[in-house]
């Protein structure tokens, strides 16, 4: 069951059953470059509100415990609805809104739902390594479908071009499954986990 709590901004009822901590195990399979990659690790992802119709976002990954703990991946982020922006929301940059913001209501947030019972869904992140990835897909009830519009990184970074990723709750759980094109290789799995709610 799906608890949507009360005085969440419309814009993120979709989204509601992704709130909180999440931690648990995964498992790494790929291959690239001539190597095999396969391992287990630790992930912890947090989602929450804050004063935006967004959710804030950050991910950590790490194989081992206490002094063998070896740091896989940190990346911060925000998800939020696709929706055009109007002249109500600020911005670019420090810009502010050039018309007064009326939130949102369940009507104006129901006509963003496509004819496949989905919403538009945005997310963009950010990696410890500098690379910068923007996603599109959709949210459709506890199902996120996700694959990479942009990717920029820094001529330091890794090679990584592309990716999918799909998130589902689960009689409780967020079970993800993270799909890359990396280090030369073409899209394939990657990386899944399974997680339970511990905040």
Known sequence: MI??????????????WLRGVWEGTGVIDYEADGHH???????RVSFS???GPYLSYSADGWT????????LLAEIGYWRLGRAQTSADPGPALLPARAAAAPLT???VEKL???????PLEVALVRADGTSELLLGEVRGPRIDLASDAVVRPATAKPYTAASRMYGLV?????WAWDIAALGAPMASHASA??????
């Open 113 to 119: 739902r496509g004819d496949d019972d989905a919403f």
């Open 171 to 175: 009689e409780g759980h967020l079970l």
């Open 64 to 71: 081992g415990d206490g002094d063998d703990r070896a740091p």
């Open 106 to 108: 369940a009507d104006d």
């Open 194 to 199: 399974r997680l339970a709610k511990v905040e």
């Open 3 to 16: 608890e949507i709590p009360t005085g969440l901004p419309a814009e993120l009822v979709p989204l509601a």
């Open 37 to 43: 990659y396969s391992t287990e690790f630790t992930h």
């Open 49 to 51: 509100t804050g004063e």
